[in-house]
């Protein structure tokens, strides 16, 4: 049985958490990084009976999670995990192309000395990360620092939903690949061109970049969605 506090300790850069929100950060992580694979049946009794809480708090955090496109909700059959699907990742990626090619264009043009060092930091973290959850974070930090420049705040906001949707196919994929360290260099080699200000460039490497993981995603997953 996993403890919950009634309110998380709030920090200067995180607000307070309900338990719903608790419950779903912790069921998200687990989702994310495959540690509860695609199509698995969640039992909202169980969710419950593991934080020691009622269904109400259970039925909330699901609710966030659906939300979130990390759970359906199917007719007799409960709630599930959500299953990975080829179209939805190939859409993602071309979505991604058409919007990151144009901030990386933009942000290169105006890179920050202060992005370029947050970016470094995420690489060293992706580095020596020993999960999937951490090579995650380290992936989502890399983005958000390379993208900051671009100084285009409603865009980086419609990326940051998109990933929502994306992040449990890339956690899929590092989970049952070696595609982790292709991409770490990629990451390296995106900077640098970014630093040097080449912005044509950059963008041309992004897209071979995000075509690349989406490969090796497509590559990774069951043959029968």
């Not at 920090?11 to 779903?24: D, M, Y």
């Not at 699907?85 to 979505?95: G, P």
């Not at 071979?208 to 993981?213: K, P, V, W």
Request: aromatic share 6%; with cysteine.
């Amino acid at each position: 049985m996993e403890r919950l506090d009634a309110f998380s300790l709030q920090t200067e850069t995180q607000p307070i958490l309900t338990i719903a929100e608790q419950i779903a950060d912790k069921l998200r992580d687990e989702i994310i990084s495959s540690e509860i694979e695609p199509g698995t049946p969640i039992r909202q009794s169980h969710i419950a009976d593991r934080f020691d809480v009622s269904q109400a708090p259970v039925r909330e955090a699901l609710g966030h999670l659906a939300a979130e496109g990390l759970v359906e909700y199917h007719s007799n059959r409960g709630v599930r995990v959500a299953k990975l699907h080829r179209d939805v990742v190939c859409e993602i990626a071309q979505i991604r192309i058409l919007i990151e090619t144009d901030m990386v264009k933009r942000a290169t043009k105006n890179f920050a000395s202060r992005n370029e060092t947050l970016a470094k930091i995420a690489i060293e973290s992706a580095a020596k990360a020993d999960t999937t959850l951490k090579q995650l974070a380290s992936d989502k930090e890399f983005h958000s620092a390379i993208y900051q420049s671009a100084e285009q705040p409603i865009t980086l906001e419609v990326l940051q939903r998109l990933r929502t949707r994306y992040v449990q196919y890339l956690g899929y994929m590092w989970k049952y690949s070696d595609h982790a360290p292709a991409s770490l260099n990629d990451h390296k080699q995106l900077l640098s061109l970014m630093v040097n200000g080449k912005a044509s460039e950059a963008a041309s490497f992004l897209r071979r970049h995000i075509d690349a993981s989406t490969n090796a995603i497509i590559m990774c997953m069951p043959k029968k969605e």
